[in-house]
């Protein structure tokens, strides 16, 4: 069974920092892009950040881009998110996603992902 979990949310002042994580049972991680997504109340899903399967190369939204860092252990079969100098506008439910088909140019559209993860929520709130 193919299954990808995410952990590490939880709820953070701003200006904190989460690490979250992706771990996949049921595939070999270190064979597929991976992509970060996050989905607000009332908004449409939005990509955070890739990561190649070799890990050497990396994309980010403009949003997150000198806060966030995408990282993956293939060792370990995880992926992390590192999330700096967190905003309240970062407050989503934030998933992570295995695509052959997410390069770097279409890393952040969710179209590209056949499996996903059921989702960590991140609040940032004082």
């Known amino acids: 069974q193919l299954q990808l979990v995410e952990s590490g949310g939880g709820l953070v002042q701003p200006g904190g920092s989460l690490r979250l994580a992706c771990a996949a049972s049921g595939l070999t991680l270190a064979e597929y892009p991976i992509g970060w997504f996050r989905q607000a109340p009332g908004k449409e899903r939005e990509g955070v950040s890739w990561i190649s399967s070799s890990g050497g190369s990396t994309r980010y939204a403009d949003s997150v881009k000198g806060r966030f860092t995408i990282s993956r252990d293939n060792a370990k079969n995880t992926v992390y998110l590192q999330m700096n100098s967190l905003k309240p506008e970062d407050t989503a439910v934030y998933y992570c996603?295995?695509?052959?088909?997410?390069?770097?140019?279409?890393?952040?559209?969710?179209?590209?992902?056949?499996?996903w993860g059921q989702g960590t929520q991140v609040t940032v709130s004082s």
């Open positions: 996603a295995a695509g052959m088909k997410a390069t770097l140019f279409s890393g952040l559209l969710p179209g590209r992902y056949n499996y």
